[in-house]
């Protein structure tokens, strides 16, 4: 019941042919361990696009860990990755097991990696090659068997051109490239993510009374969404508690 729950909270929703041609090269992708970049603005759904294609393969019953890559300084990042041995700087009073061993046998997905610095990208690299790594201050090799999702909004490709980004690090992460497409090139799916949105909230305020304006809906569909489906989604729950 529990896994119904969260299936129906990641939902990727719409009809158009741009999105329905992401989901068939998610699910294509699903049941390899290939290492896969999902590029697109904010808020057009990277992070449920990861989820989908983790929970429709066959690691879909292993951990899920997710990771910002731009809410953390390097040497914050590098302890979050890869955990640290008890005494390894000031304030590591105990052992902590970083995300690459909490997603052993499962998915890490890691956002914002076009934020990541030049020094934690050759860091990472390198547990991509060998497939160890060490804890911040441990001198044990540990191996895991992690398939590697990562999203950015950034235009990565200029980022590697212009030396920002690794090159041997971006290859290793876009063997497979999916784009999600922003909610202005798929103006068709507008009323079903509104509809979807709409009860979601009314469910959730009991409000069973609203609906949508045929007023409102035209709004909708002439706006350009910069914020994409998230803002959309904003735009649905204040309307609903207001």
Known sequence: DLKEELWNKYQIIGESESLQKVISDAFKVAN???STLILGESGTGKELLGRLIHLAGARKDKPMIILNC???PETLLEAELFGYEKGAFTGAVTRKIGKFELADEGTLFMDEIGEMTQGM???LLGVLQEGVFYR???NIAIGVDVRIISATNKDI???VAEKRFREDLFYRLNVVQIHMPALRTRK???PLLADYFLNLFKQERGAAQLNISEEAMQKMLEYDWPGNVR???NALER???M
């Open 32 to 34: 390899s361990k290939t």
């Open 70 to 72: 731009a809410a953390l």
């Open 121 to 123: 990208q050759a860091k």
């Open 136 to 138: 911040v201050g441990g």
């Open 157 to 159: 490709s200029k980022e």
């Open 188 to 190: 068709e799916d507008i």
């Open 231 to 233: 803002e959309l989604r």
């Open 239 to 241: 309307a609903v508690v």
